[in-house]
C-alpha cells in the first residue's frame, strides 16, 4: 500500500517514492523511500517530486519542509535501470533530433529540483550517508543543508560520462563559493566527506 498523508488544509500527499508526514505543527517531512533500492530516483520520483512540492507550496498549514532519506543514504542517484535509455541511449539516427530530445528531457529533470528552489516555504535537507550524483543536485536547491558525521557527497556524473547539468553545476558554485572546487569534484569525481562539505560551507553539521 502506498503511503497517504492528509494535512490540516485537506491536502493529501500519496506516492510511491515519496513518503509525507507531519514532523510537527506547520512542518511537513518528505523523505526519499525507496530504501530497498538506495533511494534511487526513478521515472515515478521526478514527476512525484514536482507534484508534491506545487501541493505543499499551497499548502497553507505547512511552514517548512524537511527533506531526507529513507534506509542506509540518503540517494544513489539517478536510477540507471529505469531511465538509463534517456540519458545514455537516446534512439535514432538524427543527431540533431537526438540532442533536442535529450535537451527536453533534461530541462524535465531539471524542473523537478526547481520545485524546491521555488518553493515559498523553506526546505531543509538532512542528509545521511553517501549523497551521490543528481542527489547533489537536489540539496543544492534546497535553502538549508545538515549531515551527519557519515554523510559525504559525490558528483558522479562523470564517471558515465554526463555532465552535472540538473542542478549541481549551476547551483553549488553559488553556495560555496568556489568554482575551483566545483570543477575538481565534477571533473574527478572525488568523494567530499562531511568534514570538508562542512568547511567549505556546503553542509552544517545536525545536532548544532
Request: with cysteine.
Amino acid at each position: 500500500a502506498l503511503p497517504i498523508f492528509q494535512g490540516n488544509a485537506g491536502v493529501s500527499y500519496t506516492y510511491e517514492t515519496l513518503n509525507v508526514c507531519q514532523a510537527r505543527n506547520n512542518v511537513l517531512h518528505v523523505e526519499l523511500n525507496r530504501p530497498d533500492k538506495r533511494n534511487a530516483m526513478n521515472r515515478s520520483f521526478w514527476s512525484e517530486m514536482v507534484e508534491c512540492f506545487n501541493k505543499i507550496a499551497n499548502d497553507s498549514d505547512c511552514r517548512a519542509i524537511v527533506l531526507s532519506g529513507a534506509g542506509k543514504i540518503f540517494t544513489s542517484g539517478i536510477d540507471l535501470t529505469d531511465l538509463g535509455s534517456d540519458v545514455l541511449q537516446q534512439q535514432g539516427e538524427d543527431l540533431a533530433r537526438i540532442a533536442w530530445n535529450l535537451r527536453k528531457k533534461i530541462l524535465e529533470y531539471q524542473e523537478t529540483f526547481n520545485v524546491l528552489e521555488k518553493c515559498p516555504k523553506p526546505v531543509i535537507a538532512a542528509i545521511h550517508g553517501a549523497c551521490i550524483g543528481a542527489g547533489v543536485d537536489l540539496i543544492t536547491a534546497c535553502d538549508i543543508r545538515y549531515c551527519t558525521q557519515d554523510a559525504w557527497i559525490q558528483v558522479k556524473e562523470v564517471d558515465i560520462g554526463l555532465a552535472a547539468d540538473v542542478g549541481t553545476l549551476q547551483r553549488l558554485p553559488r553556495v560555496i563559493g568556489n568554482q575551483s572546487l566545483v570543477n575538481e569534484l565534477a571533473f574527478t569525481a572525488r568523494k567530499m566527506m562531511s568534514d570538508e562539505a562542512k568547511s567549505c560551507g556546503l553542509m552544517r553539521p545536525l545536532g548544532t
